[in-house]
């Protein structure tokens, strides 16, 4: 099925596993994201290889993230836990946080608001790292 588009020529619809959409960033190795910015919030679908480990940043901009696939280590303050498909967590913004990998690896959907300004654009690393 061809996605809809819009009169304005504007993708209204999107699929999480097109690779090709979006715009990519690679974390760090063996995380990657797709990242779809809208005015007034951002979604990135990350991609985490098993045992993946993710630097320790914050930012300002709040972020919520929903496990969709595999397991993951959630590093957040002074605290870890363990997450499975169908949790989802809220970071507040300034909060030190990060992510290792599962052994199956993982996909999470981050939700940010506002969007991140340094997502905009491909690049990599996870911004105002620590």
Do not use: C
């Not at 061809?2 to 190795?29: A, C, P, Q, W």
């Not at 709040?62 to 605290?79: A, F, H, N, P, V």
Request: charged share 25%; proline share 4%; glycine share 12%.
């Amino acid at each position: 099925m061809e996605h809809i588009v819009s009169k304005k020529s504007e993708k209204l619809l999107y699929n999480i596993d097109d690779m090709n959409s979006g715009i990519f960033r690679e974390l760090t190795k063996g995380i990657t994201t797709r990242i779809f910015p809208g005015q007034e919030a951002m979604l990135s679908v990350v991609r985490v290889e098993a045992n993946a480990e993710g630097k320790v940043h914050s930012h300002i901009e709040e972020q919520w993230g929903y496990l969709i696939k595999g397991s993951i280590i959630r590093l957040q303050g002074d605290e870890s836990f363990q997450a499975v498909e169908g949790d989802f967590w809220r970071t507040p913004g300034g909060v030190m946080h990060s992510v290792i990998g599962g052994p199956d690896g993982a996909v999470i959907l981050d939700i940010f608001a506002p969007p991140r300004a340094e997502y905009l654009k491909n690049g990599t690393g996870f911004g105002e790292e620590k």
